[in-house]
């Protein structure tokens, strides 16, 4: 087996156009097994643009991602069911309880009746949320919420988890309990993790790719990147990488 | 796909029921065609065993109160970001679409099921035709469902609630006046051709409500609501895919 069919997700020259805008330049990049990637870019470099397209919410204008081994451009069902998501801002059904919302996400998963009913009680102990189950999501704190959305990107126990600013917003506790999850399913998963907060590669990361205006700028471990500057600090190195179009 | 479409009806038929809105909607509707049929189109003072009065006002309340019950279906999904949640989850966007259009459905056809006094009311105090009352009630709920249908669309149309509701309301309402019989013979006293008139209102949600109403089960008038549905449904499916980001 070679290496490349390790890599559960693998994005291929990505590019995306809003009307003249060149919002996604073409990335490439791919991810493995126990690899925490982080992907790092300053706000409007299309971040979150490139995870909305691998995770198949808007359509490439060309070049696609793949998910073990889905296109998610031609088989989008089954490229979803592979992964688990959580989209900026955590959205979430604020109506519900955290319980029925989590058996709504189990039955669309394929979970009901009994299994379901396991696979919620699990995901709850596992995202910690055992005190807030009963509760609406819209009586909950911002980080019950953001653990909330977590849960149900885990629910299934995905070989890829793709994450968008999971940690946005949160206090430094949050930000810990957070990152010790991530941590804790790292192994047998692929994960990809956007964020603008550099400190989190540190925390999570095995590697990470840098973007800036819709293209890609850096792709390595977090001390390959360190040692592209002189002071192997990784904010002047994401100075560097992200401003230089700017002039500044 | 069934499962996907029963997860999300249940989801969303639930959620109606979450906030105090769903009783107050059903208390309302249920006021309105009292208050119409028994107020209004004097339904005791007729003294006909019938229920004409009652159904004669239906399409006018389902125009006020079906766009309140369908606008946020789809404007709530944007304006919260789940939509980029239900359309990364493992099911297609028809079987979301589907399953919160039967959920809407579902709910209104709780609304005139609870009507069924009305029923029992007519048979204790006289003999009422049974395949007309049947008739009258499979007619408002396909007219309900047609309704149903566009205000699922006008709710794709934007994250604004206000909006979806609007844009329902002069949609239901257009469908509705060209075939209102008043309105179709003041146009054709207007000396418009016979011809042009009867292919307007042929198109109408209204007309074909009034045949059914009168007890006549025609298959091209269940045909034509189920295709009002099928069409609304369909370019609800075409705005969402090309908008749901934005």
Redesign the interface.
């Known amino acids: 087996m070679n290496k490349e069919d390790n890599k559960m997700l693998k994005v291929d020259n990505l590019k995306k156009n809003f009307g003249d805008f060149q919002a996604v330049k073409g990335i490439s990049f791919s991810v493995g097994k126990g690899e925490v990637l982080g992907f790092l870019g300053p706000n409007g470099a299309g971040k979150s643009t490139t995870m909305r397209m691998i995770t198949g919410f808007i359509p490439p204008t060309s070049g696609t991602a793949s998910v073990c081994g889905h296109d998610i451009t031609t088989d989008p069902v089954a490229a979803k069911a592979c992964f688990g998501y959580l989209p900026e801002n955590a959205p979430s059904y604020r109506s519900m309880t955290v319980e029925d919302f989590l058996t709504f996400i189990a039955g669309v998963r394929g979970f009901h009746g009994k299994a379901g009913k396991e696979k919620v009680e699990a995901v709850i102990a596992k995202a910690r949320l055992s005190n807030v189950a009963k509760q609406t999501i819209d009586t909950l704190s911002k980080g019950y919420r953001q653990r909330t959305c977590f849960a149900q990107a885990i629910l299934h126990d995905p070989k890829v988890l793709i994450m968008d600013e999971p940690t946005d917003g949160l206090d430094p506790n949050q930000k810990f309990v957070v990152r010790e999850m991530i941590k804790e399913m790292s192994a047998d998963k692929a994960i990809i993790i956007s964020t603008h907060i550099l400190e989190e590669v540190d925390a999570v990361c095995t590697r990470a790719v840098v973007i800036a205006h819709g293209e890609l700028k850096a792709d390595g471990t977090p001390a390959e990147l360190k040692a592209m500057d002189p002071s192997g600090k990784l904010d002047v190195v994401f100075r560097n990488l992200t401003m230089e179009k700017e002039g500044v | 796909m069934m499962?996907?479409i029963k997860?999300?009806f249940?989801?969303e038929f639930?959620?109606y029921f979450?906030?105090p809105v769903a009783y107050v909607f059903l208390v309302a509707f249920l006021v309105l065609v009292g208050f119409m049929t028994f107020g209004v189109a004097m339904f005791y003072e007729r003294r006909q065993a019938d229920l004409t009065p009652f159904f004669f006002w239906h399409p006018w309340v389902y125009l006020l109160l079906i766009p309140a019950s369908t606008m946020g279906l789809w404007a709530d999904e944007r304006r919260?970001?789940?939509i980029?949640?239900l359309?990364?989850?493992?099911?297609?966007l028809w079987e979301a679409l589907i399953g919160k259009f039967l959920a809407a459905w579902a709910f209104i056809a709780i609304a005139l099921g609870s009507t069924f006094p009305i029923v029992l009311t007519t048979a204790w105090l006289g003999d009422p035709d049974c395949g007309a009352v049947f008739c009258g009630y499979l007619g408002s709920l396909l007219l309900a469902g047609a309704a149903t249908a566009i205000g699922v669309f006008a709710s794709s149309l934007s994250r604004s609630q206000v909006i979806g509701f609007v844009t329902a309301l002069a949609l239901t309402f257009t469908l509705l006046i060209i075939g209102f019989d008043p309105v179709v013979n003041a146009v054709a006293g207007w000396g418009v051709p016979a011809a042009l008139v009867n292919a307007v209102a042929s198109c109408s949600l209204m007309s074909h409500f009034e045949s059914l109403r009168r007890g006549v089960v025609d298959f091209g008038d269940i045909g034509y609501y189920i295709g009002v549905i099928v069409f609304m449904l369909a370019a609800a499916q075409v705005v969402t895919e090309n908008r749901?980001?934005s």
């Open positions: 499962k996907n997860t999300v249940a989801r639930k959620s979450d906030s919260n970001g789940t980029e949640l359309l990364t989850l493992p099911i297609t749901k980001a």
